[in-house]
């Protein structure tokens, strides 16, 4: 079985948590003819509630950069005949301290956060080749979705939602791409450096 019902649920997770704490970053576009009373009341906390529109929005922005790189991870571990698992936030003590802490600065709009809000665990990763590739295959989608999102930027002619729309997925999917291959153990650039060195010298 490619995805188990607790993978579903994981991800199903992992949407919503990317959704809360990027909600206020990644906005649904605003439209011309939204009232300016109502603007001022927000702007000013007299008007509040829950904004299920910038919810939603920020998951479709966010959520497929960072479950389609754990997929790529997935099935390339898959491929090579690993164990691979999808797993929320909560499934380790260091990423559940990080998505309890993200959560925390979030609720106190402390405006930067940093968290794992996914991860896949595999078993029995042999040489330093199918580690690297198994690595390298989640910064590797977000290159594909970002050249993806360039071409798309480039080539089609769409209204400025739309165009907010893809510009963020391109700037998200760059970010992930270049953030997640840095050498820093624990991160995937640092297996994927570690597997060159180790094949070359």
Known sequence: MIITPLEIFDVLVTILLVGFLFMD????????????????????????????KNFWFAAKVTAPAILLHELGHKLVALSYGYNATF???????????????????????????????????????????????????????NLILLLISLFIIQTRKMNS????????????????????????????????WSSLWQLVF
């Open 25 to 52: 970053v990644f906005k649904d576009p605003r439209r011309y003819n939204e009232d300016e009373l109502e603007r001022y009341l927000k702007n000013k906390g007299i008007l509040t509630g829950f904004n299920w």
């Open 161 to 192: 939602k739309k165009m907010h729309f893809w510009v963020l997925t391109k700037n998200i999917n760059l970010f992930l791409f270049i953030f997640n291959l840095l050498p820093i153990p624990g991160f995937d650039g640092f297996t994927v």
């Open 87 to 141: 797993h929320a936030f909560y499934a380790n003590s260091t990423t559940l301290f990080l998505g309890i802490l993200a959560i925390a600065m979030k609720i106190m709009n402390f405006g930067f956060v940093f968290l794992v809000p996914g991860f896949v665990s595999i078993t029995g990763i042999g040489g330093p080749e199918q580690a690297g590739v198994i690595a390298f295959a989640g910064p590797g989608v």
